[in-house]
């Protein structure tokens, strides 16, 4: 097969999902190290290369034609070497993206769909070099830093973008220039499932009061005391089991009696009453513990099994109210 005349964008934006997913990442940045290791990819640095080889950096440069990276097909088997000389530690993002930049030459199957498989400018031409290069930069950036996780966020500044992303200033500049381009080439199915997979890297929250980590888009009070202090958490954390709820959100039994005969249109027990659904609830109540004015939030949603206060409005929830959470 012949290289193509131009970029295959929605190829690459396509491969970077399906790369992304099968990871098995659910944060980012991605772990680099991870990732070569489940795909057996190896990674060799300039100066060990430069070491074994009694040469300077600058001379590996040479010999690759490549200042950033380079990848080695042989057998089957592939070898990244990188640029990792003073001024590139000092810049990680540029070394992190570079890397990205290879996997993507890999991952699009540069090596192995096409006549011309020496990927130097030996090997192809200028038209032919650029075509495949600018393929594997789609991939890197949409691994980097998915569209619709961007859009998802809605936060467009370069500097939030480039610590969030691991991208240095040039990329992330680079990323919200063709962000509306490559969102196009992304299936519907995929980016559902980007978003469910990085659910807790979108929404995690942590509560500067009590301490405590959940997860819930569009916060603005903790799940667990009430506060408004909180402020987003990339950090992966576990989350406390709570009253099991079914995909409706739901229990799946009563939490009081046990009565597992629960019709989908059920809101409470039918035999003792209790509440099915967490949902918010009024928070004036009478001395009998009534409600006396009815001022759910304007959202309606159901919450998590684990919420005492709802996130968007502060106020209690009915498990709380019915005393249903014990932890």
């Known amino acids: ?14 491969k970077s999902a399906e790369f992304l997913l099968d990871s098995g990442s659910n944060t980012l940045p991605l772990n680099i190290l991870h990732a070569a290791k489940k795909y057996k990819w190896a990674l060799t640095p300039y100066s060990q290369l430069a070491a074994e080889h009694h040469v300077t950096i600058g001379e590996v440069c040479g010999a690759f034609q490549s200042y950033d990276g380079y990848t080695v097909f042989h057998s089957g088997n592939y070898c990244i070497a990188y640029n990792d000389s003073r001024q590139f530690i000092c810049n990680k993002k540029r070394i992190y993206f570079t890397l990205l930049h290879e996997f993507g030459h890999i991952y699009l199957h540069h090596f192995t769909d096409f006549d011309q ?37 809605q936060d467009y500044d370069l500097t939030r973008l480039s610590e969030l992303f691991n ?27 980007l978003s469910d997979r990085f659910d807790q890297f979108l929404n995690g929250m942590e509560c500067e009061q009590c301490g405590r980590y959940f997860v819930s888009p569009g916060s603005n009070f903790c799940v667990f005391c009430g506060s408004k202090r909180i402020r987003h958490s990339r950090q992966i954390k576990g989350l406390p089991a709570g009253i099991r709820l079914n995909a409706d959100k739901q229990a799946v039994k009563c939490v009081k009696c046990g009565n597992a005969q629960i019709n989908p249109s059920d809101p409470h027990c039918r035999f003792c009453g209790t509440a099915l659904y967490n949902d918010c609830a009024p928070t004036v109540c009478d001395v009998n513990g009534a409600p006396l004015l009815q001022l759910p939030c304007s959202k309606g949603a159901h919450l998590d099994g684990y919420m005492r206060y709802c996130p968007y409005c502060g106020n209690e929830t009915t498990f709380l109210q019915e005393h249903l959470l014990t932890t």
């Open 1 to 14: 097969m012949r290289i193509p005349e131009k970029p295959r964008y929605a190829y690459a934006c396509q």
């Open 117 to 153: 498989t020496m990927l130097n400018r030996n090997g192809l031409s200028g038209r032919e070099y650029q075509v495949l290069e600018e393929e594997a930069n789609c991939f890197a950036r949409n691994v980097a830093a998915p569209p619709t996780l961007i859009q998802h966020l």
């Open 167 to 193: 991208l240095s200033f040039t990329a992330a500049k680079t990323r919200l220039y063709t962000l509306h381009r490559d969102a196009k080439y992304f299936l519907p199915e995929q980016n559902l499932n």
